[in-house]
């Protein structure tokens, strides 16, 4: 059993010695955060100040957008640049093509399914978190 207990351990480990695994796993840890930021602002603004679910959505993500470009910028990819006003647009149209997945995504789950739109955000949000991951790492942080 110990035997078995160090082979998966050494497998984990060399797994995440890997740099995408490293840059994805901390940018969904980044990104998770920016996550509760998105889902709170959603939750509060459609709950307690009656705004409609996609408009609450369209003003939590940007937060949300706000809050992930500044942890992934410096804390994950530990980008440097100093060109942020031209790094942040590149970051902003990448998340809009995240924002219209997750929009498309969400409307379509609470018009059509029947979902809850605090469920159907969350399936949004892990239908977009590919694309965003390898939007940002292949562009953002990486032209910049």
Partial sequence: MDCIWAYGMSYISKFLQNEDIKLFVGY??????????DLGLLYSLTEFFHIWYLYSAAFAYFMGMV????????????????????????????????????QLVLYSL???????????????????????????????????
């Fill in 28 to 37: 969904v840890l980044f990104a998770g955060f920016a996550t509760l930021v």
């Fill in 67 to 102: 809050t992930n470009y500044f942890l992934n910028k410096y804390f994950n990819f530990k980008n440097r640049s100093k060109q942020i006003v031209m790094q942040f647009g590149l970051f902003a149209m990448v998340a809009l093509v995240g924002f219209g997945i997750n």
């Fill in 110 to 144: 609470v018009e059509f399914a029947k979902f809850w739109y605090m469920s159907a955000k969350v399936v949004a949000i892990l239908i977009g978190l590919i694309w965003s991951f390898y939007g940002h790492k292949k562009l953002t942080f990486n032209i910049f």
